[in-house]
């Protein structure tokens, strides 16, 4: 499975951007799909995910009511809505997949930088 996120850019606080995150497996409606971020001098961590059943799961400390995941099985793409942007949020953004029987994620996307200034 390769993974290719795309979207990322420099926005202001307040402001939004949606990321990407586009897999080449055919089976793609069977991964569960997670978005993670890793800011400068931190550990990566855990942003969300969705199943291949739509559920899905928020790091609740930090992105719930600003971020929303969803996904376009037909076009074997997931998305990372991000809304409320803060200056904290900036980190390189990665997407990865899991099949659903899985516990760890296996395959994962190069990254996309969002930087939000102040």
């Known amino acids: 499975v390769q993974l290719q996120a795309s979207g990322g850019g420099l926005v202001q606080a307040g402001g939004s951007l949606r990321l990407s995150c586009v897999a080449s497996?055919?089976?793609?409606?069977?991964?569960?799909v997670g978005w993670f971020r890793q800011a400068p001098g931190k550990e990566r961590e855990f942003v969300g995910d969705?199943?291949?059943?739509?559920?899905?799961?928020y790091n609740a400390d930090s992105v719930r009511g600003r971020f929303s995941i969803s996904r376009d099985n037909a076009k074997n793409t997931a998305y990372l809505q991000m809304n409320s942007l803060k200056p904290e949020d900036t980190a390189i953004y990665y997407c990865?997949?899991?099949?659903?029987?899985?516990?760890?994620?296996?395959?994962w996307g190069q990254g996309t930088l969002v930087t939000v200034s102040s």
């Open positions: 990865a997949a899991r099949k659903s029987t899985e516990y760890e994620y296996g395959f």
């Open positions: 969705i199943s291949w059943t739509m559920s899905r799961t």
């Open positions: 497996v055919r089976t793609f409606s069977s991964y569960f």
